[in-house]
């Protein structure tokens, strides 16, 4: 296998992505849906197609104790095409990797791997057949439980980071906490669309509360923004005073993300969905563009950024 580790460290990326993100419920009484959480990334590191497939939960008052290991869906057959070839994925689970490798996980993942508690099963093209390439356009075909779900996403153009800096915390110049500020030069007449993670002194990508944008009100310019911490998807939303915000001698890396108009309105209406919480709020519809099921199926084009606060 060419590259294993690079491959079980992004495969785990998605295990621990899926836990903390939020779960499509049907009504009770509905048959279950199949949840499709798929990507493909092309750029500074091009990666294989990724597929975490699971069962929609359904709303339920008979308080029957529901077993998460029965939400994956096993055995599918899951290919992806990019026009000119195509690749069926393997399933690959948590129980099924060797001692060393959960030991790799377990170095980089720190307390997330003492709480997976569940046998996680992704789908992967682990011989990285077909890595992403930006500018391609690929189709995902899924047969499961008697279901065909498709799904299409391209991996658009990339608008690199032109600088990053650091600096006091707008309205009090704290000497604590510092903001993260980059900068970009969009592409005049093209509608981009961006997202973003950062990882802190190593620390697992993560990304913020609202973590994708677009170049609605930008378009061509050179425009200047905040990218806050990770540590994003609690339930409930995390208090104010640090988060978001880094400290001296913090090392920084940024993944810096493009990504199509499908893809960016299922986070984008995901992450609405989030602060829309409460007694008081309503259940958004989260867009989706997978045929046959819920979920997404995603490509990035991504290169990565680093720095440190001085």
């Known amino acids: 296998m060419k590259n294993s580790n690079l491959i079980l460290l ?3 990326t ?7 993100e939020q779960i499509f419920p049907v009504p009770d009484g509905s048959p279950p849906v199949l949840v499709v ?5 092309g750029g500074e590191v091009p990666t294989p197609a990724l597929v975490l497939l699971t069962r929609s939960l359904q709303f339920s008052q008979d308080g029957q104790q529901l077993s998460i290991d029965d939400l994956f869906v096993h055995d599918a057959v899951i290919t992806v095409s990019d026009g000119d070839q195509s690749v069926q994925l393997q399933e690959i689970c948590w129980e099924d990797l060797p001692e ?4 790799l996980v377990a170095e980089n993942f720190g307390d997330r791997y003492d709480s997976i508690g569940v046998n996680l099963c992704v789908y992967a093209d682990i011989n990285q057949t077909m890595p992403g390439e930006i500018g391609k ?4 075909n899924i047969l499961a439980d008697d279901q065909e779900l498709t799904a299409v996403t391209t991996i658009p153009p990339h608008v690199p980071i032109d600088s990053i800096y650091f600096q006091n915390r707008t309205g009090d110049n704290s000497p604590e906490y510092f903001e993260l500020i980059a900068s970009i030069s969009d592409e005049p007449g093209r ?3 961006y997202r973003f993670f950062t990882s802190t002194n ?3 990508f993560d990304a913020p509360l609202t973590s994708v944008g677009d170049d609605l009100l930008f378009d061509g310019q050179e425009f200047e923004f905040p990218l806050t911490e990770g540590e994003t998807w609690t339930n409930p939303p995390p208090e104010t005073g640090d988060y978001g915000f880094f400290f001296v001698g913090d090392s920084i890396t940024i993944k810096w993300c493009n990504l199509d108009e499908p893809h960016f309105n ?3 209406t995901l992450e609405f969905n989030f602060f829309n919480q409460g007694p008081f709020g309503s259940y958004t519809r989260i867009d989706s563009n997978v045929e046959g099921g819920l979920g997404v199926w995603g490509g990035y084009s991504v290169s990565y950024y680093r720095g440190v606060v001085e």
Do not use: N
Request: hydrophobic fraction near 45%; charged fraction near 20%.
């Open 191 to 193: 509608a981009d669309f």
């Open 14 to 20: 998605m295990f621990f992505a899926s836990c903390e």
């Open 37 to 41: 959480e798929g990507v493909i990334e």
């Open 266 to 268: 299922f986070w984008s």
């Open 100 to 103: 060393d490798q959960q030991k």
């Open 137 to 140: 356009t690929y189709t995902l």
């Open 10 to 12: 992004l495969i785990m």
């Open 202 to 204: 190593g620390s697992f």
